[in-house]
């Protein structure tokens, strides 16, 4: 699948939208995230991948401002976190769906709307109408399919409008054409300008992004266009260039 | 402090409670089976069915009084027979055909008065005291007379209430007290529980919300539930609607028409002030738990110490000393004297006892609201 030109090139000499500065994160002896360091330019997405425990959710975290760095620090918008009031800039899309089962689509959309201090019922709306949830508004989310609770979960990040955007993993257990679904509103807000950060263990959703950072043992072993970085491996198969790349030990695990 | 924020929280909870048709049962209907039954248990309880089995050791002396005692017992509403001797009587106790037995002899000591031994089975120590009263009324009314001289007429009085009082009228505070802080820690701690594991509460860390907004809507939320839950159980515990007879129907009454000397009001502030420290525990304690069942094995730790150390059943006084530091930091113990104070003493605002009571148990709320708040990012961060 052949790449246009990523959106984030243009604003190449403006403030990263995100920046990771020496991240460290330890628990125990475990060095989680192990000294890594990056610059995010605005409006783009950029694919996180590597193996489960590789430190993508912890590397997330840390730039959400979700967990403390045990070194280094990390930026959002240009404000250090963690920082409660930048977090209404933020959209953080949970591994797990996040959402109160027995409340109704519409109750979790106003519910999160309020927490991230959105007045009204417009917006909660709006989210809900981007991932196609309108007509399910006063179902309970016990009684939805899985998928539509995964919709659900990406609609409560969304309901601010945050210019900076989370996902861990959010494809996961989610059918190939609500894949495709989630994958193209992605695309359109990040061509609106929205800086999007997804992790991921499966491969071939690697070239949908806009560039690449590799994570393994905590550390981001590679960066760059998928291109780039099949060129850099001399393969064309991505999961082979992550093996040649470095990944090997982690993957054949 | 966002109040939109807080007020969002409050009704979040509301909403997920009140489609929680099993925990809303929990809630309500649990608490007014559970104090009917005791209610009935106290104010029906059989009196006690008194065997006695004489026995007269001193001979023409013992048996004057051996027969003004077995009158008297009998008087009683006793079953009264006479034994040769104390073997038979142990015996007789033994295989259960009688529940006492008095053994009137000499005493050893002075080698010319009566004494009189009591012999009960040691197996229900409370059940047997009954038996142990019984006859010592007997022996007061025997010797009043079997020799004329007058002993004066044994009284008991109280300063407040009457000790032929209502038996319920002492219990139901306590179980008012005892079913708000239960259901209300169940409750927080359970959904706290769903909140951790479920991935909400990562959420929830994620957008601007501080975690006192957290505790507050909580406590708002789950307070809420805890107050229309006293109201009712009051309601029901001091309520005596009489209902008419209707066609084949008797007249009866609904609600257990326990005497309240103070304000219900008051009794309620208590009570409200004891579950804001319950729902706080709650949510502190839920740091500590992986399941739904880990929040249910914390109630023999957390809850049952309160329960006997808190003069639901025991009286406080009657604690073995070296529990009394404990039982002074249980706040349960506050809240039963304080409902106590209200419900029998009829205190108002400006009794000491009354004021301590709810200073203490403010002061709990917001030591357990402070540390709740703490543990919040805990597993977070």
Redesign the interface.
Request: aromatic share 8%; charged share 25%; with cysteine.
């Given at each position: 699948m052949a790449l246009q030109a990523a959106p984030q090139v243009e604003g190449a000499g403006s403030t990263p939208a995100i920046r990771a500065l020496g991240l460290v994160k330890t628990f125990g002896a475990l060095r989680a995230i192990d000294d890594v360091s990056f610059d995010l330019a605005p409006g783009g997405i950029y694919g996180l991948l590597g193996p489960n425990g590789s430190g993508k959710t912890t590397l997330i975290r840390l730039l959400?401002g979700?967990?403390?760095p045990s070194a280094g620090w990390a930026e959002v918008l240009g404000t250090r976190m963690p920082s409660?009031?930048n977090?209404?800039r933020?959209g953080?899309m949970?591994?797990?769906?996040?959402?109160?089962?027995?409340?109704t689509v519409a109750?979790n959309a106003?519910?999160?709307g309020?927490?991230?201090?959105v007045?009204g019922d417009e917006a909660a709306a709006g989210a809900l109408g981007l991932v196609e949830l309108a007509d399910r508004r006063a179902s309970?989310v016990g009684t939805l399919s899985g998928g539509q609770r995964r919709r659900l979960s990406l609609a409560?990040a969304l309901i601010h409008r945050p210019p900076v955007l989370f996902l861990d993993e959010p494809t996961v257990g989610v059918d190939p054409l609500l894949r495709v679904q989630f994958w193209s509103h992605f695309r359109a807000l990040a061509d609106a300008g929205t800086t999007i950060v997804v992790s991921s263990h499966v491969m071939d959703e690697a070239d949908r992004c806009d560039e690449l950072l590799f994570v393994r043992s905590g550390k981001v072993i590679a960066r760059g266009t998928g291109q780039e970085i099949r060129a850099r491996a001399g393969t064309a198969d991505l999961e082979q260039a992550f093996l040649r790349l470095g990944g090997e030990a982690e993957v054949t695990r | 402090m966002?109040r939109?924020?807080v007020?969002?929280?409050f009704?979040?909870v509301v909403?997920?409670i009140r489609?929680?048709r099993p925990s809303l049962a929990l809630l309500f209907i649990a608490p007014i089976v559970i104090t009917g039954l005791v209610t009935f248990i106290l104010r029906e309880s059989q009196a006690p069915q008194v065997t006695a089995v004489v026995v007269n050791l001193a001979g023409t002396r013992g048996q004057v009084v051996g027969s003004a005692l077995g009158a008297a017992l009998r008087e009683g509403g006793a079953t009264v027979s006479d034994v040769a001797d104390e073997a038979t009587a142990r015996a007789a106790i033994g295989d259960k055909s009688a529940s006492v037995g008095v053994v009137i002899g000499v005493d050893a000591a002075s080698g010319s008065s009566l004494s009189i031994t009591v012999i009960t089975n040691g197996v229900d120590p409370s059940g047997e005291a009954s038996q142990v009263s019984a006859v010592g009324r007997a022996v007061v009314a025997a010797a009043n007379s079997a020799s004329g001289t007058a002993i004066p007429v044994v009284r008991h009085t109280t300063v407040y209430g009457t000790p032929t009082d209502d038996p319920i009228t002492t219990f139901a505070p306590a179980i008012v007290g005892f079913f708000a802080y239960f259901f209300v820690y169940i409750l927080t701690g359970v959904s706290f529980l769903r909140e951790r594991t479920?991935?909400?509460l990562?959420?929830?860390?994620?957008?601007?919300?501080?975690r006192g907004e957290v505790v507050i809507g909580y406590t708002l939320g789950f307070g809420l539930f805890a107050t229309i839950q006293v109201a009712v159980l009051m309601l029901w515990a001091l309520g005596s609607l009489q209902v008419p007879a209707l066609g084949p129907l008797p007249s009866f009454s609904i609600g257990l028409g326990v005497a309240v000397n103070g304000s219900p009001l008051l009794a309620f502030l208590v009570v409200v002030l004891l579950a804001v420290g319950a729902v706080s525990l709650g949510i502190f304690l839920s740091t500590f738990a992986r399941t739904e069942l880990q929040v249910i094995q914390f109630i023999p730790i957390v809850l049952a110490p309160q329960f006997l150390l808190s003069g639901v059943l025991f009286p406080v006084s009657s604690l073995p000393s070296i529990l009394q530091p404990i039982v002074a930091i249980m706040p349960l113990n506050y809240a039963v004297d304080g409902l106590r104070q209200v419900f029998i003493r009829g205190a108002d605002l400006g009794v000491p006892a009354l004021q301590l009571d709810l200073a203490v148990l403010a002061v709990v709320a917001v030591f357990f609201a402070t540390i709740a708040a703490l543990t919040i990012r805990r597993d977070?961060?």
């Open positions: 959400a979700l967990t403390v409660r009031p977090l209404s933020i953080y949970t591994q797990a769906d996040g959402v109160y089962s027995a409340l109750e106003r519910f999160f309020a927490m991230y201090g007045v309970i409560c | 966002s939109r924020r007020v969002a929280l009704r979040r909403s997920e489609r929680d479920g991935g909400t990562e959420r929830l860390m994620a957008t601007p919300v501080t977070v961060a």
